[in-house]
C-alpha cells in the first residue's frame, strides 16, 4: 500500500468527529478516497466498515450516560436493517456515474423536506415531542447502505425537529448508523467489493474521532444544528452537481 494510504486514519478522525456531531462526515471521507484511488463501491464499503464500528464505541459511550432512549432506538432499527440492505443490493449493480446522480436526486428531496419541517416546528409553539414516522428510516437506511455521505445528516434533522435533545439525537442517530452500515457492510464484502487494508485505517480513525465527538457534544449543544445540518446537506449537493457534470 502507498504511504499516502496512512493518511486515510486522520481522514477517518476528521470525518467521523464532524459526522457525529452533525453528520456529513462522508463528504470528507468518501472524496479523499477517492482522490487516493480507491474505487467507489470499495470507498462505499470502507465507510461502512469505520461507521460500523466508531458508531458502536459513540452510542454505548451516550447510552452508558442513559441519554438515549433505548427503546425507542431499538424500535427503529428493523427499518435502518430493511434500507440499508436493499441500498446496498441496488449500489452494488449500478456503475459510479448512476450511483452519483441518484444519490444527488435523493439528498435534494430530503433536504428540502426537513427544511419545510424545521420551518413548520419553528413556526409552531408545541415543545412536546413529536411522533416519528418509522417507515422514514427504511429510506434513510436506503440512503446510507446506497451511498452515505448525508445519512447522518437526514437522522440528526429527524430527531432534532421531533423534539429530542441534541445528545440525544446523536445517541439515536449513531445506533441506526450503525445498523444500515453494518448490514450493508455485510453486502459489499459478500460482493468481494471491500479492501481491508484501506477499512482498517480509516476505521482506526473514525473510532477515536467519534469517541471524541460524544465527549464534547455536551459542549457544543448550543449551537445552531438545524441550520449547520441544512448547511452540511447544501455543500455536499454542490459536491455531487460538480462531481458528475464537470469532473
Known amino acids: 500500500?502507498?504511504?499516502s494510504y496512512y493518511f486515510l486514519i486522520?481522514?477517518?478522525?476528521?470525518?467521523?468527529f464532524i459526522g457525529t456531531l452533525g453528520g456529513g462526515g462522508g463528504l470528507i471521507s468518501l472524496p479523499a478516497m477517492l482522490v487516493l484511488g480507491v474505487p467507489i463501491h470499495a470507498a462505499i464499503a470502507a465507510n461502512k466498515f469505520s461507521n460500523t464500528f466508531s458508531s458502536t464505541g459513540s452510542f454505548y459511550t451516550i447510552w452508558k450516560r442513559k441519554e438515549v432512549d433505548l427503546r425507542l432506538g431499538l424500535m427503529l432499527?428493523?427499518?435502518?436493517?430493511?434500507?440499508?440492505?436493499?441500498?446496498?443490493?441496488?449500489?452494488?449493480?449500478?456503475?459510479?456515474?448512476?450511483?452519483?446522480?441518484i444519490a444527488l436526486v435523493l439528498l435534494v428531496f430530503a433536504t428540502i423536506l426537513n427544511a419545510l419541517k424545521s420551518r413548520r416546528k419553528n413556526e409552531s409553539a408545541n415543545s412536546r415531542k413529536q411522533k416519528l414516522f418509522y417507515p422514514t428510516y427504511i429510506f434513510i437506511g436506503a440512503?446510507?447502505?446506497?451511498?452515505?455521505?448525508?445519512?447522518?445528516?437526514?437522522?440528526?434533522?429527524?430527531?432534532?425537529n421531533a423534539g429530542y435533545s441534541f445528545v440525544t439525537s446523536i445517541g439515536l442517530a449513531r445506533l441506526q448508523t450503525l445498523s444500515s452500515c453494518f448490514i450493508s457492510f455485510l453486502v459489499y464484502f459478500s460482493m468481494g467489493l471491500f479492501d481491508w487494508q484501506v477499512?482498517?485505517?480509516?476505521?482506526?480513525?473514525?473510532?477515536?474521532g467519534a469517541q471524541a465527538a460524544v465527549r464534547l457534544a455536551p459542549k457544543l449543544?448550543?449551537?445552531?444544528?438545524?441550520?449547520?445540518?441544512?448547511?452540511?446537506?447544501?455543500?455536499l449537493i454542490g459536491y455531487l452537481i460538480v462531481k458528475i457534470y464537470f469532473l
Open 77 to 101: 432499527v428493523p427499518f435502518t436493517l430493511l434500507g440499508g440492505l436493499s441500498g446496498a443490493l441496488l449500489a452494488s449493480f449500478l456503475s459510479e456515474g448512476i450511483l452519483l446522480k
Open 10 to 16: 486522520i481522514i477517518g478522525f476528521i470525518a467521523t
Open 199 to 208: 477499512g482498517v485505517l480509516l476505521g482506526i480513525g473514525s473510532f477515536i
Open 143 to 160: 440512503f446510507d447502505g446506497l451511498f452515505g455521505p448525508g445519512q447522518a445528516t437526514l437522522l440528526m434533522h429527524s430527531f432534532l
Open 1 to 3: 500500500m502507498e504511504l
Open 221 to 235: 449543544s448550543k449551537l445552531p444544528w438545524n441550520n449547520i445540518l441544512t448547511g452540511f446537506s447544501v455543500f
